[in-house]
């Protein structure tokens, strides 16, 4: 990686991160919130390079599921993993927490002995 491509990286990721944070990025239109991230991250991948667009891809997804895991609406559980199903009890990533802990903690007794 070059000096140009790591500067424009390095913009392009913060065109990213100013969209995610603020309200110029997520358009909140009541029960979803449509985005326009996808626009730096598009003309990121054209310009550098498929890699590259993958990285700020991966930006992009990441504050997503932030976002939706601090602000969420009603259909938040559709982008972020913490927030459960309506008419469930709890997120998936809390059941898979739990069952990792406890199954762990289960592990160090039994070894324990």
Known sequence: MNIKQFTLTAIFLSIILLFAFTPIGFIH???IKATLIHIPVIIGSIILG???GAFLGLAFGTTSVINNTLAPTLLSFAFSPAIPVLGTIGGVSWR????????SLLASFRTSL
């Open 96 to 103: 898979s927490w739990w069952r990792f802990c406890h199954g």
């Open 29 to 31: 239109l009541g029960v």
């Open 50 to 52: 498929p890699k590259i």
